[in-house]
């Protein structure tokens, strides 16, 4: 209840308790690692995943939750490992093919990208986030028409990246594009 009335500092020291008396209680290291995460104590988050996937290693979620925790700490491979087990789990886990395929993007391993994401996107096409990565991945490598095509898609399932298109580095390689500038102003 306290993470959920965003008290994380509170959920943390009861979570800290709840470990005092059962040091194995997975969802409790979970619910650390996601409280940590929140207060931006990536680390630490990342230890309690760890922690959890060690208790339960057949638990897709942990390992989601430990690639991104590994991924705020820009430990790429990691991350790409978490969610590749998250993926062996559960094949169908289309927010894992999307943080592979993000983090891929970082390891500029782009083909590889796109066929996390495409996968992401067989599971549930309807995934603005996986589109606007998708978008990122292909505005890097120059490709402005299906850079665009992507964009344009992601914005219609969800306006919100509109701004963060406008804002976001990595699209400085299209923004010469007219249409760039129709799509995030529209």
């Not at 820009?74 to 289309?94: C, G, H, Q, T, W």
């Not at 606007?132 to 991945?137: D, Q």
């Not at 701004?163 to 400085?172: K, L, S, T, V, Y």
Request: with cysteine; aromatic share 10%.
């Amino acid at each position: 209840m306290l993470r959920k009335l965003k008290k994380n500092r509170e959920a943390i020291a009861s979570y800290d308790r709840a470990l005092e008396i059962d040091p194995n209680c997975y969802q409790a290291w979970i619910d650390r690692g996601v409280a940590l995460g929140m207060e931006q104590e990536h680390q630490q988050a990342f230890e309690s995943f760890d922690r959890a996937v060690k208790i339960e290693s057949d638990r897709s979620v942990a390992w989601l939750n430990r690639g991104m925790a590994s991924e705020m700490l820009e430990n790429y491979s990691e991350a790409v490992k978490s969610f590749e087990r998250a993926i062996e789990l559960n094949p169908d886990f289309a927010k894992a093919w999307h943080y592979k395929g993000k983090v891929l993007v970082k390891l500029e391993q782009d083909r590889e990208a796109l066929t996390a994401f495409d996968r992401a996107l067989e599971i549930q096409s309807d995934y603005a986030a996986v589109y606007y990565n998708k978008a990122l991945c292909y505005a890097l490598q120059n490709q402005q028409t299906t850079a665009l095509e992507n964009l344009k898609r992601a914005i219609e399932l969800d306006p919100k990246y509109k701004e963060e298109a406008r804002n976001d580095p990595d699209f400085d390689t299209i923004t010469d594009d007219n249409r760039f500038w129709q799509l995030i102003e529209n």
